[in-house]
């Protein structure tokens, strides 16, 4: 090979080299992405702060006996769920049913006895207005007739008082709920009084949640807060339902009671964490919840500049649904990319889509 046609292969080899280099390069930068956009908004709104609360049932019963009796049958589990007047617990009523028995007997007797006083009565009084009887026997009748008439009453009424008895046998739920605890088994003796299991109301499970009592004025009853169940990593909204009477001695702390649907399957002292107004209300910046990014424990948007993903830090410090209000230098109106961003860089090149 001459000279000339050397320096002709290496121009050659020189050119190639450079044009793969530089498709690599292209090849390397990232495509453009697809994005869908939102508009910043303003809104006044308390700012908020995350703190952590349990749940706990506010209204809880101890069903007890009333009677003195052997337990013939429980009904009912640990961590079960009962309707109102759902029967709990069978007492034993043997004993008892025979002296209803002889109760029911005795009543009969004392019926026949005062229905023959009465007809001894009525004769007795008809003869002693003909004046054919004295006035004694009239007033023994009476007397006879009413003494047998107050008996048969006062034995009535030990016979509802046994029926009465034999009712309350049956224990059953005063309200819906769930069972927090069993304390009897069968075959126990139990005395009035006697705790057979506690009962939580189901109506009345809440989310206690302790505040600062600065923080009062800023809780209105029946606003709404958002809570996040760590355990089901679901998010639920709750209305502030109240305030305990009483604040902690040591702690200068008042539970905060909010009103929450929780799942199946929340359990009593189970976490949740809830974000409540710890401020007056200031102008924030709004965006969708679907903006946010996470990178290394801090909290970043996306805007659209010139056709390129920008990448803005931002303060979220109010949580309303499925908006945050954010401290950011974020204008009125301006785009904040909702779909796409979570495979975004800085400077990326993007495509705004419907």
């Not at 200031?282 to 919840?289: A, D, G, K, N």
């Amino acid at each position: 090979m001459n000279k000339a046609g050397w320096v002709r292969m290496m121009v050659g080899l020189l050119c190639y080299s450079l044009w793969c280099g530089a498709g690599s390069a292209l090849a390397e930068e990232p495509p453009p992405a697809k994005v869908r956009i939102a508009p910043v908004t303003q809104e006044e709104v308390a700012p908020q702060q995350e703190m952590i609360g349990t749940f706990a049932f506010d209204r809880v019963s101890e069903v007890s006996s009333e009677v003195a009796a052997l337990v013939e049958e429980v009904l009912f589990s640990e961590g079960q769920s009962v309707a109102e007047g759902q029967i709990l617990v069978r007492l034993n009523t043997e004993l008892l049913d025979q002296e209803i028995r002889l109760a029911r007997i005795r009543v009969a007797q004392l019926t026949l006895r005062r229905d023959h006083a009465r007809k001894e009565l009525g004769r007795v009084e008809r003869l002693w207005a003909e004046a054919v009887t004295s006035e004694q026997v009239h007033d023994q009748a009476l007397l006879s007739a009413r003494d047998l008439e107050e008996e048969r009453a006062a034995m009535g009424a030990v016979l509802q008082k046994l029926l009465i008895q034999q009712g309350r046998s049956v224990i059953t739920a005063p309200f819906a709920g769930v069972i927090l605890s069993r304390e009897v088994g069968a075959g126990s003796w139990v005395q009035p009084g006697k705790t057979l299991c506690r009962l939580g109301a189901s109506s009345d499970f809440l989310l206690r949640v302790p505040v600062a009592e600065g923080m009062l004025p800023l809780l209105e009853k029946g606003s709404r807060v958002q809570i996040m169940i760590p355990a089901f990593d679901l998010e639920v909204s709750g209305e502030i339902f109240g305030m305990a009477p009483v604040a902690d001695l040591r702690t200068k702390q008042v539970t905060m009671k909010i009103k929450v649907d929780a799942p199946s399957g929340t359990l009593e002292n189970m976490s949740a964490l809830v974000h409540v107004p710890s401020g007056r209300r200031q102008l924030l910046s709004m965006v969708p919840r679907a903006a946010l990014v996470k990178f290394q424990g801090s909290d970043f948007v996306y805007t659209v500049m010139e056709n390129k993903a920008v990448i803005i830090p931002v303060q979220v410090l109010a949580w309303l649904g499925d908006r945050v209000g954010v401290q950011a230098p974020l204008e009125l109106g301006q785009p904040v990319v909702i779909e796409g961003n979570e495979r975004l860089r800085p400077d990326q090149p993007v495509v705004v889509g419907d």
